[in-house]
């Protein structure tokens, strides 16, 4: 026989006559290794089944055929309230039937282990130049111990992989962009954010399946390939394939096994998914779905309908000659006969398309046991369903391929299926949230899945904040760990309302300034103090003149408050008194109340002696606390104002004064482009008179714009809706952090957040850090279990017994902050060295 390689040469190709005869042989030898090339890959690279990536995310698979992926965030499916339900089923059946035959689609579920080392420094928080590096380190620590209790290094991905087939790279890209237009678009409508991905980030999704086993590290450049000679496979590509027998395989260090969902179930679960993703193992879960013509389709129903009554006569014939009733013919007969036809009606009339799904499943493991354990859960998931998980048997390596995100199905093994059938999978569980923003902050774990709760109030809309629960379920030990953490990570200054006294201790670990205003402190501020900055208009004097005539109102008190002439008459003083300031703006010109009051008794209108009759006690009486100039550091970045001490007749004017105080700290803020946050314990208190009601709403307007950051901590969630004007605090908040709740304000709070009875659930009789949070359009339940041995878990605690062992330990009754704690704080700069 004839060899054909022996005779070929330059003539018989017809090869350039100025080849030199070492070109000559290079290209002989490539012909002859094409030309015996029987299919078989020789190498990891050549096993995996594309031809080239480009950079803006397109993947030429085949001569013709042309993907790109889409990476999708989860939405709340299973939390969510029944007619809720029911709305994201129905959208998910018309994202399907938008599919038409021409398009090919995957859905990817990724569980991989992540690099611990890596995911470690995303919660660690970062050393500055201070003396709280070691409260850094052991916050850092804490987070680390979270971490491991919680998702087991496991994260969760998922994608969608669309291709189509055309001739050439022109011809697909405006076909496949405009696909991605629409389903970006219908992902929207689900409420489900998504973005595409590029050609890098689609090599490295193929790295880490390939190296799931070894965390080989992904590094890789567009540059790098023409100087070096490689293809982007060279840098995906695991050490080895191996697939020495019919059941399993070998990636690298990682054993695997292929299988594929044999769906016999008459009635699938939508919980049957959700099932398969919750294992706790390394796995890959792959749909590939293919839409069918619906001409096609229902031309094929109707061929099998024949089918079927053509032998349903042949077993009516069969009885007549036996003899028996030719009614009686095999029920699985009957049976198929009215399931075909009510399939066919169906697709001809009920918005119902056909696909053939193939459902695949990849197992690892570290050892075969390993493997045996993870494939047996799983085939045991699917029993329960009622379903089977069957062994891709000798077609091991095309499984594998098949869990590639190409939109590449080389598994021959189909399930037709209508649309609400293939959309009772839906992709949906519960979203997570993890930010890994460098002031993202720790929140606890989700309730579902165990993985870290990490996210940056600043990325909401609206960042104002509630904190709610009964007494003991943790809302102040919640509010100190945020205060604590965001002191830690952020540059922001944080100013408390105390009127419990329960933040001392954490604001002198901090440092902080604690303002104890009482009748017998000689601690003051000066509700007169203002700043340039104070309004956003020209004018600061009309907003300060504002809040002068509501604590105005206050101190006269009565049904109608303030008469039109009173106000008028204070307004007039206001702009007296400040003058005098404006034209020398130091601090011994700022007015005091006395001031006031002195430009009141010198008005002719009687109305007027009658409000400096009213402020007289508060200017020369007993109660003449706020008769002073400001004597404390009102500028140190954590400021906590203690108001326990303040009596009934002067608490609902020290908090309206903290109010003040508190604005004039956010204007001066937002012109040094800082961030205030302002945390209000006891928020009911604020509500229940009309004046500091009413400030509280206007904070929560107007803060945003100005740099604030409002949180409320309280338990009587009745007096957030006390008023149409005080439901506005709910309306304007985009973070509810929501803990155990009474009976009665758990109905009040299930109409006011549209919260499911399932949700619910999670603030009945739950434990002491455990709830839902509320951030933005996410719900999550949560679980904060802080560890009790840490330093800073004796700052922040409320319970009576510990706090009384925390004072007993430092030896300075709670005013100290804790030695340990501050030792090792102070220790920093020569660990720092150390740690280099």
């Not at 006690?617 to 400001?630: A, D, Q, W």
């Not at 009745?718 to 803990?739: C, P």
Request: hydrophobic fraction near 35%.
């Amino acid at each position: 026989m004839r060899n054909p390689f022996r005779k070929t040469g330059k003539r018989e190709l017809n090869l350039p006559k100025n080849l030199s005869k070492a070109q000559e042989k290079e290209i002989l030898q490539i012909i002859r290794k094409a030309r015996s090339d029987n299919g078989i890959p020789r190498s990891a690279q050549d096993s995996i089944p594309f031809q080239r990536m480009f950079p803006d995310g397109i993947c030429r698979v085949t001569d013709h055929y042309y993907t790109l992926t889409i990476q999708y965030q989860d939405i709340n499916y299973q939390l969510a309230q029944q007619e809720d339900k029911t709305a994201i089923f129905e959208e998910w059946c018309a994202f399907l039937n938008s599919f038409d035959s021409s398009i090919h689609f995957e859905l990817s579920f990724m569980k991989m282990a992540t690099d611990a080392e890596s995911f470690e420094k995303k919660v660690r928080i970062p050393y500055r130049n201070d003396r709280f590096n070691g409260i850094r380190n052991e916050y850092s620590q804490m987070l680390r111990t979270q971490l491991a209790q919680g998702n087991n290094g496991l994260t969760k991905t998922k994608y969608i992989t669309f291709g189509i087939e055309a001739d050439s790279m022109r011809e697909a890209k405006p076909r496949l962009h405009h696909v991605q237009t629409d389903m970006m678009n219908n992902l929207k409508r689900l409420g489900v954010s998504a973005r595409v991905l590029n050609g890098k980030e689609r090599l490295q999704l193929m790295h880490a399946m390939f190296h799931m086993g070894d965390h080989d590290r992904f590094s890789f450049d567009w540059s790098w390939l023409a100087g070096s000679g490689l293809s982007v496979k060279d840098f995906i590509a695991p050490t080895s394939f191996s697939f020495p027998g019919s059941r399993t395989f070998t990636m690298g260090d990682l054993k695997g096994a292929m299988s594929y969902l044999q769906i016999t179930a008459s009635d699938l679960s939508d919980q049957m998914l959700k099932d398969f993703l919750d294992m706790e193992s390394s796995q890959i879960v792959t749909m590939h779905v293919q839409s069918v013509n619906q001409t096609t389709a229902i031309r094929q129903i109707k061929h099998t309908i024949t089918e079927l009554d053509r032998s349903k006569i042949e077993e009516q014939k069969k009885a007549v000659r036996s003899g028996y009733d030719m009614d009686i013919i095999p029920s699985d007969l009957a049976t198929y006969g009215k399931d075909a036809k009510a399939l066919l009606e169906e697709l001809q009339s009920q918005n119902e398309r056909m696909f053939l799904i193939t459902f695949l499943i990849m197992n690892t493991g570290k050892t075969d046991q390993e493997l045996e354990n993870n494939v047996f859960q799983a085939s045991s998931i699917a029993q329960k369903h009622n379903c089977n998980l069957r062994r891709l048997d000798f077609q091991q390596e095309q499984g594998l391929m098949s869990s590639l995100p190409l939109a590449n199905n080389l598994i021959e093994i189909q399930r037709a299926l209508t649309t609400s059938s293939t959309a009772i999978f839906v992709p949906f569980t519960t979203q997570e949230l993890f930010q890994t923003g460098s002031e993202a902050l720790y929140y606890g774990l989700n309730a579902l899945s165990n993985n870290l709760i990490m996210v940056d109030r600043k990325k909401l809309k609206n960042p104002n904040g509630l904190i709610l629960g009964t007494p003991g379920s943790g809302k102040s030990f919640s509010a100190k760990r945020e205060i604590a953490n965001a002191f830690l990570v952020t540059d922001d200054d944080l100013i408390i309302c105390d009127p419990e006294a329960e933040y001392t201790a954490l604001a002198n670990c901090m440092e902080g300034q604690v303002i104890k205003i009482s009748p017998t402190s000689t601690q003051y501020i000066n509700p007169m103090d203002i700043n340039d900055s104070y309004s956003e208009e020209d004018n600061p004097l009309a907003l300060k003149a504002d809040f002068i005539l509501s604590l105005c109102e206050l101190v006269v008190g009565g049904k109608d408050g303030l008469q039109p002439i009173e106000k008028t008459v204070i307004d007039r003083c206001v702009h007296q008194i400040y003058r005098h300031y404006f034209e020398d703006p130091k601090p011994e010109n700022m007015p005091l109340l006395e001031d006031l009051y002195n430009a009141l008794l010198k008005q002719e209108e009687t109305e007027a002696k009658r409000v400096a009759a009213a402020l007289e006690i508060y200017v020369k009486g007993s109660l003449n606390l706020f008769n002073h100039r400001t004597n404390v550091d009102i500028q140190n970045r954590f400021v906590c104002y203690d108001i326990k001490e303040l009596g009934k007749q002067l608490k609902k004017l020290g908090m309206l004064i903290v109010q003040d105080q508190v604005w004039g700290r956010v204007t001066a803020n937002r012109s040094a482009g800082k961030t205030t946050r302002y945390y209000m314990d006891e928020f009911h208190l604020l509500l229940k008179e009309e004046q500091t009601a009413s400030y509280s709403v206007e904070i929560w307007k107007r803060f945003r714009k100005w740099g604030g950051i409002p949180t409320g901590i309280t338990q009587n969630v009745k007096d957030l809706l006390s008023s149409r004007e005080v439901e506005n605090i709910f309306e304007n908040s985009d973070f509810v952090y929501m803990l155990n709740q009474a009976a009665g304000d758990r109905q009040i709070l299930a109409q006011q957040l549209n919260i499911s009875p399932h949700q619910l659930s999670y603030v009945t009789h739950s434990g002491e850090g455990e709830g839902l949070l509320f951030y933005g359009n996410v719900i999550l339940p949560f679980v904060d279990h802080f560890p009790t041995d840490l330093q800073l878990y004796k700052i922040m605690t409320t319970k009576l017994s510990e706090v009384q062992a925390a004072e007993h330990e430092t030896g300075q009754a709670g005013e100290k902050r804790l030695a340990d704690g501050m030792v090792r704080a102070e220790r920093l700069p020569k660990q720092r060295t150390k740690e280099g």
